[in-house]
């Protein structure tokens, strides 16, 4: 059995599988099944240009999920669409380990000042595109392509920070020093027209926006979850995800924001809380556990 669904706004078709033990099963299994689809598609003049594989974690391991927004808004970023889609491999193991509000920013700090280390450490050649890929840690290289000769609000959201953060309101500061592409209500995702930073759509009010799965305009305000739904626009390699509860106002955020009493406020708000590090390769499925005992060793150990 298969589901098929189209993404919103490009043109692509998606075919889900079961999990096969090879990629050469599943490839052989997904040709059939196109090219009975094709027999339907050139009824309508539609033709195939090109056709890829991209792994899904088995919905029976639902410990290696973590929140992450949809992927829908790649075709609106233009330094994201050349390298990042399901042609090229990318995909790494991203190991996430529970922390205190005290400890998330010192085990940030460290995690990134190690980024290097953890690369090396973590490392591979994966196979795509038909050859072994010439890069050992293809995602590092892939995302330094990314946002080569584009402005710090675009350069900053990936590698390693040029300074630690001073404290939780610091790295609010960097975060939202970033652009701002979209904002997800429910199942909708809501796309700014223009690329303005984050920061600028909290304190602004009111933003016009679109629905890429629908034809008419939109209006967002901020509410205090963006928040967490922002922070997922920078993929430095260590980075804190928060996870604050609707029960604090976003002018109450700012307020505290403007004063540096940012702690004092959001402890009592925080539903969840770890560290995501995004700078280990794809790793055999018996080993999947060995980058997570790192960073939980490194942090326990501080």
Known sequence: TFM???DGGV??????????????EAEEVMLRV????LEIAKRHGIGLMSYGLQPKTPWYYPDLKTEKQWYRILGHLPFLQMWHNQFHTIAAHQPCIGVSYEEIIPAVNTLNALGGVTVALFANSSVGEWEIQKHHEEREFRWARLVDGYDEKVT???GIPRRPFASFRDYLEYNWGVFMPCIARGKNLHVTKELGLISEFLRGGKMQSFDITDT????ISPVVTDVNDLNQYIWIQSRPRLFLDSKLQIAELLKAYDENTVDECIKDHINNLYVENRNVAGQPFNEIMTAPAYFLGLIENM
């Open 11 to 24: 043109c692509l078709v998606e075919f889900s599988f079961p999990p096969f033990s090879t990629i050469k």
């Open 156 to 158: 900053r959201i990936q």
């Open 4 to 6: 098929v669904n189209t």
């Open 216 to 219: 008419k305009p939109s209006e």
């Open 34 to 37: 196109v090219s009975e689809y």
